[in-house]
């Protein structure tokens, strides 16, 4: 900083500026390089993370496709009153007349038809029969017209479906996430138990990634102690063998245990060859539950490995030798003193295979088939499947990322968070 000099009760540098204000100057610009430091990364998560998951929240419950392609019948619907028993006046069938000509004519109507066939099975079908038909009713009577091109226009239950998803927002898509469904009278009930599709695939998704987590920690618990406990350059060259798979496509990963678990594949024709099993009786260990759960932890495992490594490594030998000296066994000496020290180092890297399993999707889709199958891969499919159903995608990815957090707390009330670290 330049050279101070006192001029009568302040102090100030050598070119006149006065020495606080020369310091408040150079603390902001210290803030603002840090700012500029901070800047990109802050972006890049913003737009990568945080936006898209305040967007999947949104369209959960976003609604507005019934209002902006339906706008006459939306207003019009609002003065019937569904508890009567009756079908909606003139004034609501010419309404949704006029909606279906123009939807027809701006070729919207197909998308409100697909929503609403989302609640009711049979309504796409609907709209698009009578959207053809429309522009054709110019003048009353309209309901007798619209009942003589399809007589399904006369269910109550339509009309009350169309007044109930008129609004802006809707909690369908989380009552379909949790097999629940609106009845006749407006209140919500559980479907039948033959078309309670999501629940339990929740069930199972949690089950195969708890079972993946502890197959990983079974397994990567003797490596990385071995890892932790060789001389450097041997557990240097280990390393490299755990490390490898990351090298490796994902793709490749899981496409080579395809040819290792099919009915024609290496293990089937090795245990063939051996007289193990008959050639009539190859074992079916993919396309299942057992494919999904052997893929996905072998390419988990390295995840499990190198926090439980980082851990070890930090846990000084003197404590196993001074246990020894005090009379322990080796194997009483690892249980008491070993173990507790690696608590921290299985925390973390069983939520971190967990997590990563929980919503795990390639895998399961080449490997799972009907019964191995996630929750992922049906949210997956309803974004980019034929159904489109993007409100029903973002409801399960907002039940599955609660389920996350849930368990997250239970682990931090459990465990402690302050308790995990990789090292």
Known sequence: MAQAEMTGDMMRTADGVPLKLALERALFRSRLRAVMLVAPLFFFLLITFVLPIFDMLFR??????VADILPRTVVAIEAWDETSGELPGEAVFEAIVKDMADGKRDKTLGRVARR???EKSGMASLFRKSGRKAPKITEAPYREQLLKIDKRWSDIDLWKLIKREKGA????HFLAAADMQYTPDGSIEMRPENRQIYTNLFGRTLWLSGLITVL???LAYPVAYLLATLPLRTSN???VLVLLPFWTSLLVRTTSWIALLQTQGVINDLLVGIGLIDDDSRLQMIHNQFGTVVAMTH???PF???PLYSVMKTIPPSYMRAARSLGATPFTAFVKIYMPNTVAGVGAGSILVFILAIGYYITPALVGGRTGSLISNFIASFISGSTQNWGLAAALGVMLLAIVLV????YDKIVGINNMKLG
């Open 60 to 65: 959960s419950v976003e609604n507005n496709i």
């Open 116 to 118: 609403l066939n989302f």
């Open 169 to 172: 927002f809707t909690k369908s």
């Open 216 to 218: 990983c920690l079974l």
């Open 237 to 239: 060259l280990l390393m």
């Open 299 to 301: 390419i988990l495992l």
């Open 304 to 306: 499990m490995i190198l």
């Open 407 to 410: 368990l997250y707390f239970l």
